[in-house]
Protein backbone atom coordinates (compact mmCIF):
# COMPACT_ATOMS: atom_id res chain seq x y z
CA UNK A 1 0.00 0.00 0.00
CA UNK A 2 1.00 3.74 -0.66
CA UNK A 3 0.30 5.14 2.46
CA UNK A 4 -1.51 8.12 3.44
CA UNK A 5 -1.29 10.36 0.39
CA UNK A 6 -1.71 14.09 1.20
CA UNK A 7 -1.33 16.95 -1.32
CA UNK A 8 -0.22 19.73 -1.81
CA UNK A 9 3.00 19.14 0.34
CA UNK A 10 3.72 22.79 0.41
CA UNK A 11 1.14 25.13 0.05
CA UNK A 12 1.76 28.88 0.22
CA UNK A 13 -1.13 31.84 0.03
CA UNK A 14 -1.85 35.18 0.55
CA UNK A 15 -4.14 35.93 3.21
CA UNK A 16 -7.79 35.72 2.45
CA UNK A 17 -7.94 33.16 0.16
CA UNK A 18 -9.35 29.77 0.02
CA UNK A 19 -6.86 26.70 0.94
CA UNK A 20 -7.80 23.53 0.10
CA UNK A 21 -5.71 20.66 2.02
CA UNK A 22 -6.49 16.85 0.34
CA UNK A 23 -5.67 13.29 2.16
CA UNK A 24 -6.14 9.81 0.63
CA UNK A 25 -6.22 7.39 3.58
CA UNK A 26 -4.77 3.71 3.55
CA UNK A 27 -7.56 1.68 2.02
CA UNK A 28 -9.35 -0.48 4.76
CA UNK A 29 -9.22 1.79 7.19
CA UNK A 30 -12.54 3.35 8.67
CA UNK A 31 -10.77 6.59 10.92
CA UNK A 32 -9.58 9.31 9.23
CA UNK A 33 -8.14 12.26 11.40
CA UNK A 34 -6.79 16.00 10.76
CA UNK A 35 -4.04 17.53 13.05
CA UNK A 36 -2.40 20.74 12.90
CA UNK A 37 1.27 20.98 14.42
CA UNK A 38 2.66 24.01 14.97
CA UNK A 39 5.79 25.00 17.35
CA UNK A 40 3.77 26.83 19.88
CA UNK A 41 0.67 24.50 20.21
CA UNK A 42 2.34 20.93 19.03
CA UNK A 43 0.42 18.55 17.90
CA UNK A 44 -3.85 18.95 17.94
CA UNK A 45 -6.80 16.94 16.89
CA UNK A 46 -8.68 19.21 14.58
CA UNK A 47 -11.23 16.60 13.17
CA UNK A 48 -11.60 12.86 13.39
CA UNK A 49 -14.70 10.45 10.80
CA UNK A 50 -15.46 7.12 11.51
CA UNK A 51 -16.96 4.96 8.37
CA UNK A 52 -16.69 8.75 6.54
CA UNK A 53 -19.05 10.39 9.49
CA UNK A 54 -17.80 13.23 11.87
CA UNK A 55 -17.14 11.81 15.17
CA UNK A 56 -15.41 15.12 16.94
CA UNK A 57 -14.90 18.16 15.50
CA UNK A 58 -14.35 19.91 18.80
CA UNK A 59 -10.77 20.79 17.77
CA UNK A 60 -11.46 22.86 15.04
CA UNK A 61 -10.43 26.76 15.59
CA UNK A 62 -13.16 28.08 14.43
CA UNK A 63 -16.23 28.68 11.48
CA UNK A 64 -13.42 29.35 9.05
CA UNK A 65 -12.33 25.87 8.88
CA UNK A 66 -14.39 22.54 7.60
CA UNK A 67 -13.43 19.21 6.37
CA UNK A 68 -15.08 16.71 4.42
CA UNK A 69 -15.21 13.20 3.39
CA UNK A 70 -17.31 12.33 0.61
CA UNK A 71 -16.26 8.57 0.51
CA UNK A 72 -13.99 6.31 2.16
CA UNK A 73 -11.02 7.04 0.01
CA UNK A 74 -10.92 10.78 0.11
CA UNK A 75 -10.68 13.34 2.32
CA UNK A 76 -10.82 17.90 2.49
CA UNK A 77 -9.69 20.25 5.17
CA UNK A 78 -10.82 23.52 3.66
CA UNK A 79 -9.87 27.05 5.46
CA UNK A 80 -11.86 30.48 4.14
CA UNK A 81 -10.59 32.78 4.50
CA UNK A 82 -7.14 31.69 5.86
CA UNK A 83 -5.30 33.83 7.79
CA UNK A 84 -1.34 33.81 9.09
CA UNK A 85 -1.94 32.19 12.06
CA UNK A 86 -2.94 29.44 10.44
CA UNK A 87 0.58 28.74 9.44
CA UNK A 88 1.51 25.27 10.06
CA UNK A 89 1.78 21.94 9.42
CA UNK A 90 -1.75 19.51 8.69
CA UNK A 91 -1.28 15.86 9.44
CA UNK A 92 -4.03 13.63 8.03
CA UNK A 93 -3.67 9.91 9.74
CA UNK A 94 -6.16 6.83 9.33
CA UNK A 95 -6.34 3.56 11.45
CA UNK A 96 -8.83 0.73 11.58
CA UNK A 97 -10.20 -0.41 14.87
CA UNK A 98 -12.36 -3.25 15.42
CA UNK A 99 -14.78 -2.81 18.38
CA UNK A 100 -12.61 -3.73 21.11
CA UNK A 101 -8.61 -2.81 20.34
CA UNK A 102 -7.92 0.38 18.99
CA UNK A 103 -4.92 0.35 16.62
CA UNK A 104 -2.07 2.29 14.99
CA UNK A 105 -2.66 5.52 13.19
CA UNK A 106 -0.75 5.85 10.15
CA UNK A 107 0.36 9.77 9.74
CA UNK A 108 0.50 11.05 5.70
CA UNK A 109 3.82 13.26 4.86
CA UNK A 110 2.10 16.31 6.22
CA UNK A 111 1.32 19.59 4.37
CA UNK A 112 3.30 22.47 4.73
CA UNK A 113 0.78 25.70 4.81
CA UNK A 114 2.69 29.24 5.19
CA UNK A 115 -0.09 32.12 4.97
CA UNK A 116 1.29 35.26 3.98
CA UNK B 1 -10.70 13.22 30.22
CA UNK B 2 -7.92 11.37 29.26
CA UNK B 3 -4.60 13.01 28.82
CA UNK B 4 -0.74 12.22 28.61
CA UNK B 5 1.84 13.77 30.29
CA UNK B 6 5.61 13.58 29.12
CA UNK B 7 9.29 14.76 30.35
CA UNK B 8 10.10 17.86 28.94
CA UNK B 9 12.49 18.38 25.95
CA UNK B 10 15.04 18.96 24.58
CA UNK B 11 17.14 15.98 26.28
CA UNK B 12 20.31 15.46 24.86
CA UNK B 13 22.48 12.44 24.96
CA UNK B 14 25.70 11.68 23.84
CA UNK B 15 25.64 8.24 21.48
CA UNK B 16 25.89 5.43 23.20
CA UNK B 17 24.38 6.85 26.49
CA UNK B 18 20.99 5.83 28.30
CA UNK B 19 17.69 7.05 27.59
CA UNK B 20 14.60 7.32 29.38
CA UNK B 21 11.68 9.35 27.85
CA UNK B 22 9.12 9.50 31.15
CA UNK B 23 5.04 8.84 29.96
CA UNK B 24 2.08 8.65 32.41
CA UNK B 25 -1.29 8.91 31.83
CA UNK B 26 -4.79 9.14 32.90
CA UNK B 27 -8.12 7.51 31.68
CA UNK B 28 -11.53 6.04 31.87
CA UNK B 29 -10.95 2.74 31.54
CA UNK B 30 -8.43 0.28 29.49
CA UNK B 31 -6.51 1.88 26.81
CA UNK B 32 -4.01 0.97 24.61
CA UNK B 33 -0.53 2.55 24.78
CA UNK B 34 2.05 3.74 21.93
CA UNK B 35 5.28 5.50 21.63
CA UNK B 36 5.45 7.43 18.09
CA UNK B 37 8.35 8.94 16.54
CA UNK B 38 8.81 11.75 14.28
CA UNK B 39 11.52 12.75 12.62
CA UNK B 40 12.49 15.92 10.69
CA UNK B 41 10.36 16.90 7.85
CA UNK B 42 8.53 13.90 8.55
CA UNK B 43 4.91 12.60 9.68
CA UNK B 44 4.60 10.76 13.35
CA UNK B 45 4.96 6.62 12.44
CA UNK B 46 4.33 3.89 15.20
CA UNK B 47 7.74 3.06 17.06
CA UNK B 48 5.74 0.27 19.49
CA UNK B 49 3.15 -0.24 21.51
CA UNK B 50 0.97 -2.06 24.05
CA UNK B 51 -2.34 -3.06 24.41
CA UNK B 52 -2.50 -4.30 27.71
CA UNK B 53 -1.34 -3.86 31.53
CA UNK B 54 2.07 -5.81 31.66
CA UNK B 55 2.28 -5.72 28.35
CA UNK B 56 6.49 -4.69 26.93
CA UNK B 57 6.21 -3.22 23.33
CA UNK B 58 9.80 -3.45 21.84
CA UNK B 59 11.64 -2.03 18.65
CA UNK B 60 14.66 -1.10 17.24
CA UNK B 61 16.28 -1.41 20.32
CA UNK B 62 13.51 0.77 22.13
CA UNK B 63 11.25 -0.78 24.80
CA UNK B 64 8.59 0.41 27.12
CA UNK B 65 6.51 -1.50 29.56
CA UNK B 66 2.58 -0.73 30.53
CA UNK B 67 2.59 -0.22 34.04
CA UNK B 68 -1.06 -0.02 34.85
CA UNK B 69 -0.28 0.41 38.94
CA UNK B 70 1.86 3.49 38.06
CA UNK B 71 -0.04 4.41 34.95
CA UNK B 72 2.82 5.13 33.03
CA UNK B 73 4.75 3.78 29.77
CA UNK B 74 8.12 5.13 29.88
CA UNK B 75 10.32 4.68 26.64
CA UNK B 76 13.89 3.33 26.80
CA UNK B 77 16.75 2.13 24.77
CA UNK B 78 20.24 1.23 26.54
CA UNK B 79 22.29 2.83 23.68
CA UNK B 80 21.00 5.74 21.58
CA UNK B 81 22.55 6.50 18.28
CA UNK B 82 22.91 9.78 16.24
CA UNK B 83 19.96 8.70 13.82
CA UNK B 84 18.03 8.23 17.03
CA UNK B 85 17.52 12.24 16.98
CA UNK B 86 13.95 12.94 16.68
CA UNK B 87 10.78 13.62 18.33
CA UNK B 88 8.80 11.15 20.11
CA UNK B 89 4.92 11.06 21.42
CA UNK B 90 3.68 9.17 24.22
CA UNK B 91 -0.11 8.57 22.87
CA UNK B 92 -3.12 7.02 24.89
CA UNK B 93 -6.21 5.05 22.25
CA UNK B 94 -9.26 3.84 24.32
CA UNK B 95 -12.32 2.36 23.20
CA UNK B 96 -15.16 5.67 24.33
CA UNK B 97 -18.77 5.15 23.68
CA UNK B 98 -18.28 2.67 20.32
CA UNK B 99 -15.69 4.85 19.08
CA UNK B 100 -11.99 5.27 18.57
CA UNK B 101 -10.53 8.13 20.94
CA UNK B 102 -6.59 9.21 21.02
CA UNK B 103 -5.10 11.40 23.03
CA UNK B 104 -1.30 12.40 22.50
CA UNK B 105 1.40 13.80 24.79
CA UNK B 106 3.40 17.12 23.73
CA UNK B 107 6.51 15.75 22.44
CA UNK B 108 10.08 14.89 23.10
CA UNK B 109 12.48 16.36 21.07
CA UNK B 110 15.78 14.04 21.76
CA UNK B 111 19.20 15.07 20.26
CA UNK B 112 22.14 12.72 20.23
CA UNK B 113 25.50 14.37 19.28
CA UNK B 114 28.67 12.33 18.49
Known amino acids: DAGVIQSPRHEVTEMGQEVTLRCKPISGHDYLFWYRQTMMR ?34 TLKIQPSEPRDSAVYFCASSFSDRVYTDTQYFGPGTRLTVL | GNSVTQME ?33 EGLQLLLKATKADDKGSNKGFEATYRKETTSFHLEKGSVQVSDSAVYFCALSENSGGYQKVTFGTGTKLQVIP
Not at chain 1, 49 to 73: L, Q, Y
Not at chain 2, 9 to 35: D, H, K, M, Q, R
Open chain 2, 9 to 41: GPVTLSEEAFLTINCTYTATGYPSLFWYVQYPG
Open chain 1, 42 to 75: GLELLIYFNNNVPIDDSGMPEDRFSAKMPNASFS
